[in-house]
T-cell receptor, first 114, second 111 residues
Framework: NAGVTQTPKFQVLKTGQSMTLQCAQD?????MSWYRQDPGMGLRLIHY???????DQGEVPNGYNVSRSTTEDFPLRLLSAAPSQTSVYFC?????????????FGSGTRLTVV | GENVEQHPSTLSVQEGDSAVIKCTYS??????FPWYKQELGKGPQLIID?????GEKKDQRIAVTLNKTAKHFSLHITETQPEDSAVYFC??????????FGTGTSLTVIP
């Protein structure tokens, strides 16, 4: 039982490049989400999914796309990277939003856009 | 939307002393309040949580209190140890599909 696995751990992109941050969980959690963590701003929700085939926007969705084709995987796509997207990205999951409980977080991806 | 404020941003205590971190929230509909501990280079880890129908919850050296009227909740760590040094985040949620996080408190326990 690995929990929530994020890859890569570190990434440097040039402005305008695209990439996909991977997130996988093996706990059969219905709910998955992506947060970004910036100094002095806490964690802010980018996108979330309450099940396979269902996604929705969070607080800061612009510049990011997601899809959820399986229960296990929830990749985050940066379409055209900008320096403002330099951040630490966390994937988080929870069993179900019907029973509200705290998240299980991955270990994060540190992204630098130059 | 919900706004969660967290204080202090940094906190230093001597080993064995207590540490208290406070959070306030704006939306009275929030009903679930988790606390997370984040060690350097790792993701946040849930350490304790409280629901709006409970005023206090304890787990060994950690306790959380909730005052719904004043819309604030606090994390209390007693008998602090060096391994308690980390960044602590509070959060609030209404529906479970979105959590609103505080800006974090960096706790340093001095041996």
């Amino acid at each position: 039982n690995a929990g929530v696995t994020q890859t890569p751990k570190f990434q440097v992109l040039k402005t305008g490049q695209s990439m996909t941050l991977q997130c996988a969980q093996d706990m059969n959690h219905e709910y998955m989400s992506w947060y970004r963590q910036d100094p002095g701003m806490g964690l802010r929700l980018i996108h979330y999914s309450v099940g396979a085939g269902i996604t929705d926007q969070g607080e800061v969705p612009n510049g990011y796309n997601v899809s959820r084709s399986t229960t296990e995987d929830f990749p985050l796509r940066l379409l055209s990277a900008a320096p403002s997207q330099t951040s630490v990205y966390f994937c988080a999951s929870s069993y179900s939003i019907q029973i509200v409980k705290g998240y299980t977080f991955g270990s994060g991806t540190r992204l630098t856009v130059v | 939307g919900e706004n969660v404020e967290q204080h202090p941003s940094t906190l230093s205590v001597q080993e064995g002393d207590s540490a208290v971190i406070k959070c306030t929230y704006s939306d009275s509909a929030s009903n679930y309040f988790p606390w997370y501990k984040q060690e350097l280079g790792k993701g946040p880890q849930l350490i304790i949580d409280i629901r709006s129908n409970v005023g206090e919850k304890k787990d060994q050296r950690i306790a959380v209190t909730l005052n719904k009227t004043a819309k604030h909740f606090s994390l209390h760590i007693t008998e602090t140890q060096p391994e308690d040094s980390a960044v602590y985040f509070c959060a609030a949620s209404i529906t479970g599909n979105q959590f609103y996080f505080g800006t974090g408190t960096s706790l340093t326990v001095i041996p």
